[in-house]
């Protein structure tokens, strides 16, 4: 079991994502995860990658790629939080982007302890 802090990240535009909170992403199957990091800085400019990959279809893309967002977002990592983005799109499911920190708070077991482990940095 890693109980180093860690944050598995996701990312879903299908409409497959988990319910509102975002300790609910640790019940997926480790096959969802992206990427695994252990910098938060690391895990930031994964985010700000996946969002601009998106960017032509996010119906107001000012929400994440003002210089305030990615600041809370930073301070959020730093601070071992999960960070969720949220973004809706013309005539497409929402754009779900998330950094789940694990261990989680609430005790739930980490992915890769369940099953086979994604790429990680």
Not at 47 to 68: K, Q
């Amino acid at each position: 079991m890693d109980t180093k802090i860690h944050w598995h990240c996701y990312r879903s535009a299908e409409g497959d994502a988990p319910d509102m909170e975002a300790h609910e992403w640790l019940r997926q199957p480790a096959g969802r995860i992206r990427k695994t990091f252990y910098i938060h800085n690391e895990v930031r400019l994964w985010m700000l990658d996946a969002y601009a990959e998106h960017a032509p279809e996010i119906l107001r893309p000012a929400s994440v790629s003002d210089g305030a967002a990615r600041g809370r977002a930073l301070e959020s990592l730093k601070n071992g939080q999960h960070v969720v983005w949220l973004e809706f799109r013309q005539g497409l499911p929402p754009l779900v982007i998330a950094a789940i920190c694990c261990p989680d708070e609430r005790g739930l077991p980490c992915p890769l302890d369940r099953e086979e482990q994604p790429q990680t940095s």
